[in-house]
């Protein structure tokens, strides 16, 4: 069933499903991790769903932003979201495959690209979704780290900046796949569900063609031991 919600603390509306997914929690940390100068034009968002990033980004920069996303049933609720905030100056979506966007866009045009990806790769022992929607947005069946990672290298400028969040045991793979097109990882955050549990999730920055040397900012606990939110979350959700 189709609702309107809210993007919590940020005076933004947005359509889900709830036969398809809701938008997550990192939707909204991802945006808060991406740093925008003025110098910014263009801005990218990969597998934008019903296009949370591209509304928050929207509320932080005057750039005009894009959003991809593949699934035609997504693809309809990003524009919906998009007309009931009134951002169709600023923010364009467009219904299409990551892999095709060379078709699309040229190459070197975008200031900064994010992504929530796929997270789990698919083999013989993945447990996939009945519900295809949610099984693409879910696992990599139409688009792998490779081929995504690719086509960031392609579409970004030179020196440009990238922003992904991911999960953490798929670390060492992401960074090698980075650095294999060009993208040097120059900042990271890892994403705890609370103090005294590993990390999930991390949230990485890395720049085309960069220098070497990386930061690592301090660790971001997401509830307290109640399951409230920490204050720092608060914050952003303000």
């Given at each position: 069933?189709?609702?309107?919600?809210?993007?919590?603390?940020?005076?933004?509306?947005?359509?889900?499903?709830d036969?398809?997914?809701?938008?997550?929690?990192?939707?909204?940390?991802?945006?808060?991790?991406?740093?925008?100068?003025?110098?910014?034009?263009?801005?990218?968002?990969?597998?934008?769903?019903?296009?949370?990033?591209?509304?928050?980004?929207?509320?932080?920069?005057?750039?005009?932003?894009?959003?991809?996303?593949?699934?035609?049933?997504?693809?309809?609720?990003?524009?919906?979201?998009?007309?009931?905030?009134?951002?169709?100056?600023?923010?364009?979506?467009?219904?299409?495959?990551?892999?095709?966007?060379?078709k699309?866009?040229?190459?070197?045009?975008?200031?900064?690209?994010t992504?929530?990806?796929?997270?789990?790769?698919?083999?013989?022992?993945?447990?996939?979704?009945?519900?295809?929607?949610?099984?693409?947005?879910?696992?990599?069946?139409?688009l792998?780290?490779?081929?995504?990672?690719?086509?960031?290298?392609?579409?970004?400028?030179?020196?440009?900046?990238?922003?992904?969040?991911?999960?953490?045991?798929?670390?060492?793979?992401?960074?090698?796949?980075?650095?294999k097109?060009?993208?040097?990882?120059?900042?990271?955050?890892?994403?705890?569900?609370?103090?005294?549990?590993e990390?999930?999730?991390?949230?990485?920055k890395?720049?085309?063609?960069?220098?070497?040397?990386?930061?690592?900012?301090?660790?971001?606990?997401?509830?307290?031991?109640?399951?409230?939110?920490?204050?720092?979350?608060?914050?952003?959700?303000?």
């Amino acid at each position: 069933m189709e609702v309107l919600n809210d993007i919590v603390g940020k005076n933004l509306k947005i359509y889900q499903d709830d036969e398809y997914f809701k938008f997550s929690l990192e939707s909204v940390l991802l945006p808060n991790f991406v740093t925008i100068n003025l110098k910014d034009k263009n801005i990218l968002d990969l597998c934008c769903g019903n296009a949370p990033i591209p509304l928050i980004l929207s509320k932080k920069t005057k750039a005009k932003i894009y959003g991809v996303e593949l699934q035609k049933e997504i693809y309809d609720l990003a524009l919906k979201s998009v007309k009931i905030n009134e951002k169709e100056e600023q923010i364009t979506i467009i219904n299409e495959d990551v892999k095709n966007l060379k078709k699309v866009f040229k190459g070197d045009m975008f200031d900064i690209i994010t992504v929530n990806p796929p997270y789990f790769k698919v083999n013989s022992n993945s447990s996939l979704n009945q519900n295809i929607i949610k099984a693409k947005a879910r696992h990599e069946n139409t688009l792998t780290l490779e081929e995504l990672l690719k086509m960031v290298t392609y579409l970004l400028k030179n020196n440009a900046s990238f922003y992904m969040v991911h999960r953490t045991e798929r670390l060492i793979e992401i960074i090698e796949t980075l650095k294999k097109y060009k993208l040097t990882p120059k900042c990271l955050q890892f994403m705890y569900p609370y103090e005294g549990k590993e990390s999930k999730l991390f949230m990485i920055k890395a720049t085309k063609n960069g220098r070497e040397g990386i930061k690592v900012l301090d660790a971001m606990y997401i509830h307290n031991e109640d399951l409230t939110y920490q204050d720092k979350i608060k914050e952003i959700f303000k």
